[in-house]
């Protein structure tokens, strides 16, 4: 199987900067895309930033021009430099990833655990 295991998450004041890792690992044969998404307390889980294998990458609105997601592919590792963080990035994140595994035909969809990242003076 595979697992998502991020880090890297914690409290910052506003305008500070955070840096989160997700590393996948298990029977990994391919990763098409790997993801950041976030969920505040009371709102839905909303898309952060997402690169996929040929290294394009897209934001949301509230994040452009301050965070940047890149990815390690021998490390089958992404991050999200977080910069200028304001007390609305406040949020569990969570790395997904879109990944086809030794055994599997079809690419399945995987989870981390969630880090949160707290924004507040």
């Known amino acids: 199987q595979v697992q998502l295991v991020e880090s890297g998450g914690g409290l910052v004041q506003p305008g500070g900067s955070l840096r989160l890792s997700c590393a996948a690992s298990g029977s990994i044969f391919n990763i098409k895309a790997m993801a950041w998404f976030r969920q505040a307390l009371g709102k839905e889980r909303e898309l952060v930033a997402r690169?996929?294998?040929?290294?394009?990458?897209n934001y949301a609105d509230s994040v452009k021009g301050r965070f940047t997601i890149s990815r390690d592919n021998a490390k089958n590792t992404v991050y999200l430099q977080m910069n200028s963080l304001k007390p609305e990035d406040t949020a569990v994140y969570y790395c997904?990833?879109?990944?086809?595994?030794?055994?599997?035909?079809?690419?399945?969809?995987?989870w981390g655990q969630g880090t949160q990242v707290t924004v507040s003076s």
């Open positions: 690169i996929i294998s040929g290294g394009s990458t």
């Open positions: 997904n990833a879109v990944i086809t595994t030794m055994t599997a035909g079809l690419a399945g969809n995987y």
